[in-house]
């Protein structure tokens, strides 16, 4: 039995770190680094970078930050947005990242799943999958933070991702992102019970019994960011209510 993962999610639009509800309405929050910085020495177990406007113009933009992140925090970071070919993956590597998420690119073309995979392993390609609630107990994918419709059923296509080669899923919830309201246990719990690989619950955290929640519908991760940036709880109080609960997580002294 591994531990639950504590991970800091980070909106990235230019050299901001943003915030939005239901990935819309972006507030700007501060410095992406600095933000780093401090869950690292709080004693965060992972960072997630996304960048939030790539796919709108075909490029990720972070390589500068995940080099000067990667100067001073050193936990697993996972880097996403933009990501459209193997060539984007070897260069965020180079800057530092441990894995890459994709997204949009892997909906318009399922084979840079297996590709990414076979380059660089599974545990480096995460398939990065929004979801939207279409009727009761169907959520479709969508893609460009929340915008574009793809027609997709979330739950087949968390099973086509995995089998093509996916070491991770990173599961947003767009309907709770934001919302401080929860995660959105049906989904949680229809995709883990339908894949055999990690799925990181993102989308909807307003306090650590969320956390607790989402875990018992079988998250392997937990990602916050709204919690963190405004500073609502402090992680050191998130890691010991999740651990009080029955919930291994790593011991941060």
């Known amino acids: 039995m591994s531990n639950t993962r504590l991970i800091a999610r980070l909106d990235v639009k230019g050299a901001n770190l943003i915030k939005g509800i239901h990935l819309e309405g972006l507030r700007i929050i501060g410095s992406p680094n600095e933000h780093a910085l401090r869950y690292y020495e709080q004693g965060i177990d992972e960072l997630i970078y996304m960048d939030c406007v790539a796919s709108l113009y075909g490029r990720n933009s972070l390589g500068d930050l995940i080099r000067a992140t990667a100067e001073n925090v050193f936990i697993p970071m996972t880097v996403g947005g933009g990501v459209r070919s193997v060539e984007d993956v070897a260069h965020l590597l180079r800057c530092g990242a441990d894995k890459v998420a994709v997204n949009t690119a892997a909906v318009g073309n399922p084979t840079l799943i297996s590709e990414i995979a076979r380059r660089f392993g599974s545990q480096c390609m995460v398939l990065s999958i929004e979801a939207k609630r279409v009727a009761a107990g169907r959520w479709e994918v969508f893609t460009d933070n929340g915008r574009e419709s793809t027609g997709r059923d979330v739950v087949q296509w968390a099973r086509e991702g995995a089998s093509l080669g996916a ?41 650590a019994q969320d956390a607790v929640k989402v875990v018992g519908k079988g998250a392997d991760a937990v990602a916050m960011a709204d919690i963190l940036h405004y500073k609502r709880a402090a992680l050191v109080d998130i890691r010991n209510d999740v651990s009080a609960a029955g919930i291994r997580v790593r011991r941060y002294e």
């Open 167 to 207: 070491g991770e899923i990173l599961l947003t919830s767009v309907d709770q992102e934001g919302t401080r309201k929860g995660f959105d246990l049906e989904l949680v719990q229809a995709v883990t019970e339908a894949v055999g690989i990690p799925v990181i619950a993102s989308g909807g955290m307003g306090s």
